[in-house]
């Protein structure tokens, strides 16, 4: 089926400790983008990649960085997790036209100990 | 800068009986409005979308929203709930994925 995937479901860290949480969309969009959901507070812009080769800032990128691999997939990397971190992360697209995400993953839950 | 302000943070609900879903907004410019539904341990769907045009906006599984540029507000409604309408619900303002979203709100329907 079409859609967003992401990987792994969970994860349990430690402090300091490095990871990728991955993301590939089969629908052919250009824009694809990572937020963060934290309890009482909605989802966040972590970083945004309009088109294959670039990527961008969105509300908090503090931690983070990306990779925007291929048209397919883009990566969200913490290099050295924190606690603050915790959260549950959501990969979404955009086709050409549209103006907001049709499409979400189902999420990656983070914990970091 | 653009704000949203989701009013009530859970709304409870005896099936068949209408609800309301609370939504103000905060923009210096033109907005593009949203509502979202969350199902347990899945992603956000979109239920319907503002762009320009009629205020009156119908969405998927038998939503509606209105937009009020005067009250700065974007309520979400369903004249009667179903049990499969618990989940939570985002509003959201902007475009292009750079997205403001509310607190959300959870709806709990009961028999």
């Known amino acids: 089926n079409a859609g967003v995937t992401q990987t792994p479901k969970f994860q349990v860290l430690k402090t300091g400790q490095s990871m990728t949480l991955q993301c590939a969309q089969d629908m052919n969009h250009n824009s694809m983008y990572w937020y963060r959901q934290d309890p009482g507070m909605g989802l966040r812009l972590i970083y945004y990649s309009a088109s294959e080769g670039t990527t961008d800032k969105g509300e908090v990128p503090n931690g983070y960085n990306v990779s925007r691999l291929n048209k397919r997939e883009f990566s969200l990397r913490l290099e050295s997790a924190a606690p603050s971190q915790t959260s549950v992360y959501f990969c979404a697209s955009i086709e050409g036209t549209g103006v907001q995400p049709q499409h979400f993953g189902d999420g990656t839950r983070l914990s970091i100990l | ?111």
């Open chain 2, 1 to 111: 800068a653009q704000s949203v302000t989701q009013l009530d943070s859970q709304v409870p609900v005896f099936e068949e009986a209408p609800v309301e879903l609370r939504c103000n907004y905060s923009s210096s410019v033109s907005v593009y409005l949203f509502w979202y539904v969350q199902y347990p341990n899945q992603g956000l769907q979109l239920l319907l979308k503002y762009l320009s045009g009629s205020t009156l906006v119908k969405g998927i599984n038998g939503f509606e929203a209105e937009f009020n540029k005067s009250q700065t507000s974007f309520h979400l409604r369903k004249p009667s709930v179903h049990i499969s309408d618990t989940a939570e619900y985002f509003c959201a303002v902007g475009k292009w994925g750079k997205l403001q979203f509310g607190a959300g709100t959870q709806v709990v329907v009961t028999p």
